[in-house]
């Protein structure tokens, strides 16, 4: 019998060529793992170097693989789209895919802490978080993304664009 399916939200950051390597990293998404919830998609300035902005979005998946097999997929995923490994921590990047939540999951597994800390500390990615799992509560400090995202508050400038993906509108900007 096969175990039960897991909600694991992924972080996706792109800030050279955004839009080709956030569709890539979709579609291949959409390939591994069927149906994928897809937040609008947010500009936000570079945090922690000077660089060009980010596009930022969050994409929820159901799957059967482990924690090292997702982060497995995902750095080839990575490698596969120009990411390099021997660049600086804060720096460009093509394609920037991260586990944010694995079910409930709490503590180190397979090398990836869970959940990610980013979800408290950046707005580009707890703001898309909240929009897709707004009743989702973060498996440690237990309150729901929405109210996270709501007492959130440091500054962190982020903003939706239009962005298109499979012939629909994942998110427009708002004037």
């Given at each position: 019998?096969?175990?039960?399916?897991?909600s694991?939200?992924?972080s996706?950051?792109?800030?050279?060529?955004?839009?080709?390597y956030?569709?890539?990293?979709?579609?291949?998404l959409?390939?591994?793992?069927g149906?994928?919830?897809?937040?609008?998609v947010?500009?936000?300035e570079?945090?922690?170097?000077d660089g060009?902005?980010?596009?930022?979005?969050?994409?929820?998946?159901?799957?059967?693989l482990?924690?090292?097999?997702?982060s497995?997929?995902?750095?080839?995923l990575?490698?596969e789209?120009g990411?390099?490994?021997?660049?600086p921590?804060?720096?460009?990047?093509?394609?920037d895919l991260d586990?944010?939540?694995y079910?409930?999951?709490v503590?180190?597994?397979?090398?990836?802490e869970?959940?990610?800390?980013?979800?408290?500390?950046?707005?580009?990615?707890?703001?898309?978080?909240?929009?897709?799992?707004?009743?989702?509560?973060?498996?440690?400090?237990?309150k729901?993304?929405?109210?996270?995202?709501?007492?959130?508050?440091?500054?962190?400038?982020?903003w939706?664009?239009?962005?298109n993906?499979?012939?629909?509108?994942i998110?427009?900007?708002?004037c």
């Open positions: 019998m096969m175990a039960d399916q897991v694991v939200y992924i996706i950051g792109s800030n050279i060529d955004r839009e080709r956030v569709r890539a990293s979709l579609d291949a959409a390939g591994w793992f149906e994928i919830e897809v937040s609008p947010y500009e936000s570079a945090v922690g170097f060009s902005p980010f596009l930022n979005l969050v994409v929820g998946i159901k799957t059967h482990s924690v090292g097999e997702l497995k997929h995902f750095k080839q990575e490698a789209n990411r390099r490994r021997d660049a921590k804060f720096s460009a990047r093509t394609l586990i944010l939540t079910g409930e999951a503590g180190r597994m397979d090398g990836v869970l959940p990610r800390g980013e979800i408290l500390r950046n707005a580009f990615v707890l703001r898309p978080l909240a929009d897709i799992a707004p009743n989702v509560k973060h498996p440690v400090c237990r729901r993304y929405f109210e996270l995202w709501q007492a959130y508050n440091t500054g962190q400038k982020l939706p664009v239009d962005f993906w499979q012939g629909r509108a998110s427009k900007a708002v």
